[in-house]
T-cell receptor, first 109, second 111 residues
């Protein structure tokens, strides 16, 4: 079967760095996506990885290792507005997204 | 219209009633999707459409139907609502292989 695993909840301090991990087992791989979802709102796209390595976009970076079925999202210089759920999703061989349950990130002052 | 819109924003519905959730996009995306999101679970795909005139079943299609008469609109119909269909419903669109863009969601409660 297809499976995406990520931690349910994480807590971090304002100004610090946090890494959110995602492991996956899917039928085929056509890329991995990270989305941010604030409470009561729609998911919004953060990053896309299809090749191994690190993609950096401002305070956010995303890493992929296809051989290990592993990705992480790195958030630097945390701000209170980064309190949200972070969703990991893998595009399978049919170009459908398989979603993890999301990681709720709580930022403390 | 800018992006993707959904209507209604929220709805309380009696069990057994028929309900259509509307979704419209103006990005000329070929692919559109309907998801439901429940607490503790990931987004689950209900139905999808890769292009106007075609639809497919996702992970949880039972009790739902869709149509795709044109590129812009992708309505989702609950023929006879049941309490287990209480959820937040998101419509999304994409060019096919790129990121999906989501509508604001419809919060549905079936009593």
């Amino acid at each position: 079967g297809q499976n995406i695993d990520q931690p349910t909840e994480m807590t971090a301090t304002e100004g610090a760095i946090v890494q959110i991990n995602c492991t996956y087992q899917t039928s085929g791989f056509n890329g991995l996506f990270w989305y941010q979802q604030h409470a009561g709102e729609a998911p919004t796209f953060l990053s896309y990885n299809v090749l191994d390595g690190l993609e950096e976009k401002g305070r956010f970076s995303s890493f992929l290792s296809r051989s290990k079925g592993y990705s992480y999202l790195l958030l630097k210089e945390l701000q209170m507005k980064d309190s949200a759920s972070y969703l990991c999703a893998v595009m399978d061989s049919n170009y459908q997204l398989i979603w993890g349950a999301g990681t709720k990130l709580i930022i403390k002052p | 219209i800018a992006g993707i819109t959904q209507a209604p924003t929220s709805q309380i519905l009696a069990a057994g009633r028929r309900m259509t959730l509307r979704c419209t996009q103006d990005m000329r995306h070929n692919a559109m999707y309907w998801y439901r999101q429940d607490l503790g679970l990931g987004l689950r795909l209900i139905h999808y459409s890769n292009t106007a005139g075609t639809t497919g079943k996702g992970e949880v299609p039972d009790g739902y139907s869709v149509s795709r008469a044109n590129t812009d609109d992708f309505p989702l119909t609950l023929a006879s609502a049941v309490p287990s269909q209480t959820s937040v419903y998101f419509c999304a669109s994409s060019s096919g292989e790129d990121e999906q863009f989501f509508g604001p969601g419809t919060r549905l409660t079936v009593l």
